[in-house]
């Protein structure tokens, strides 16, 4: 299968002296579901960061659709292909409208005044937030702003888009409904929790991350089967993969 990110020996020091990422390598190819997880801390924003391009001055190389990162010219080519969803959407929504959040990425990519309306309401279409678009981004409730912030990272169409911790501070509704959303595309998607239930609903394989290093990498449910990995790296095996046990008096 022809490889879209290719990760290979990736190290971040951040400039404080925190080795954030040590020796990182992995390959995702084409149309995978992969989740990221593991504890506070273990490098999953980080990881994210250096695929974005956003973190520079790393040792390995991080390749995104056969170019590497470590080029600059090809940052510009490769953030047309790829989208990220940050943590917090307080960070992402910065501007007066619904409508104009979701535009900034399309302006910023130098799409046509004609070609952008149309693709705001098509992202706000697919992300159940019709009729939205005049809207202050500030009043929408937590889980309306992260559908804007995912209709944002959509509107370029990216092959690939990177979701990081898309449901903390939701509520059991607000984290359907972007799982929902997720289920929905085709895109090549890598999502970072430590939302092991949400992870298992949305991924086919996992990668476990702990304090920079992977840990394991493979099939989703096969890892978070594994009670003990689970609990040695800060996280916790998923009910719905414990066998429900009846209890005496009701046998
Ligand atoms: N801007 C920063 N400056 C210095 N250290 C940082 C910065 N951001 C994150 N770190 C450190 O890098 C490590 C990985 O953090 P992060 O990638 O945010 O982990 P995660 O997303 O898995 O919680 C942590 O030890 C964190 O404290
Ligand atoms: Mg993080």
Redesign the pocket.
Known sequence: MEKVIQIKTLSYR???G????NNISFDISYGERVG?I????????????CMMGLITGWEGDVVLFSLSMKDKKNHPIVRKKISIVF?NADDQLISPTVFDDVAFGLLNHNFSRDEIPKRVKKSLNDVGLNGFSNRLPFHLSGGEKRRVCLAGALAIEPEVLLV??PTSDLDPRGKRKIKEILNSLNNTRII?SHDLEFILDTCDRVIV?D??KIVADGIAKEILSDESLMLAHGLEKPHSLSPHVIPHHYR
């Open positions: 951040y400039p404080d925190i080795k954030a990422l990221i593991g504890p506070n801390g273990a490098g999953k924003t980080t990881l994210f960061l943590q990081d911790e970072s991350l304090e920079g």
